[in-house]
């Protein structure tokens, strides 16, 4: 399947396994990276997430030998499957760390882009290429490129089809932090455990807010919030948290 799927407490690790070809996505990878995704959201156990690639690799992308072909009932087939990988990583309800080394292209890149946050080693290459072969941007690349970078910025990006290298995603506020080679995973490994031992359901919440952000005014984001925080105000972890800061404590969040 190439696609591996482990969970370490309450984190699952959700790994591109094909090294020898960059970790390029098939088709039968595209379902099973949405299973993955759709079972964690289901999955209470599961309190943050980490995605990342198998060997020197993250993902170059899709597999250009399973490109075309079927028509344009066949394309539509394989962009819902893309499409809804990109959505399931987006609307997951935790916070997911995208661990990232050496190429990072096409809907690979979207893909990242999808989590919360994102490490790059040094050797991190990004790449928008969809103009070497005549093609726009797919898996919501262009929206999350604006969302980060507004749109003049983005345009570049994809236009050029140039190489982002690691210090310029981080300077640019892509990546959130770089690390030395190989260093990805150990240091979202790290940042994750303090998510698994956070407070799920407020960090859940909180992502939702993010979302609404981009959308709505000033005015109608202060109604939403006004509904959201008198619900999380009566759940279990709130009331740990009140306790442990009235003990001088560290609290035991359990996602409740």
């Given at each position: ?28 990878m595209?379902?099973?990276l949405?299973?993955?995704f ?24 899709m ?5 075309g ?11 819902r ?17 995208a ?88 240091r ?11 407070p799920?359901?407020?960090f ?8 609404l ?39 035991q969040?359990?996602?409740?």
């Amino acid at each position: 399947m190439s696609v591996e799927y482990s969970v370490e407490g309450g984190l699952g690790i959700v790994t591109l396994n094909r090294p020898e070809k960059k970790n390029a996505i098939t088709m039968a990878m595209r379902i099973r990276l949405w299973e993955i995704f759709e079972q964690i959201g289901e999955d209470d156990g599961i309190r943050a997430v980490i995605f990342t690639g198998a060997g020197a690799d993250f993902c170059s992308g899709m597999d250009v030998a399973e490109m075309g072909g079927g028509g344009v009932p066949g394309s539509m087939m394989r962009m819902r499957r893309l499409h809804r990988i990109s959505k399931a990583i987006l609307n997951l309800k935790k916070p997911t760390i995208a661990a990232v080394q050496g190429v990072c292209m096409g809907v690979g890149w979207s893909y990242a882009m999808a989590c919360d946050l994102m490490i790059a080693d040094e050797t991190a290459r990004f790449a928008q290429v969809f103009r070497n072969i005549a093609l726009c941007p797919d898996g919501g690349a262009v929206w999350l490129l604006r969302q980060q970078l507004g749109a003049m910025r983005a345009k570049e990006i994809v236009y050029s089809g140039r190489t982002v290298r690691a210090e310029e995603a981080r300077q640019l506020g892509l990546v959130i932090e770089t690390t030395p080679p190989g260093g990805a995973l150990a240091r979202a490994r790290e940042m994750a455990v303090g998510f698994v031992d956070g407070p799920t359901l407020a960090f859940g919440m909180a992502k939702r807010q993010f979302e609404l952000a981009s959308n709505l005014s000033f005015e109608q984001f202060l109604e939403a919030e006004f509904s959201m925080q008198p619900v999380m105000s009566r759940t279990e972890d709130h009331e740990e948290g009140i306790a442990a800061f009235k003990e001088k404590r560290k609290p035991q969040f359990r996602g409740a």
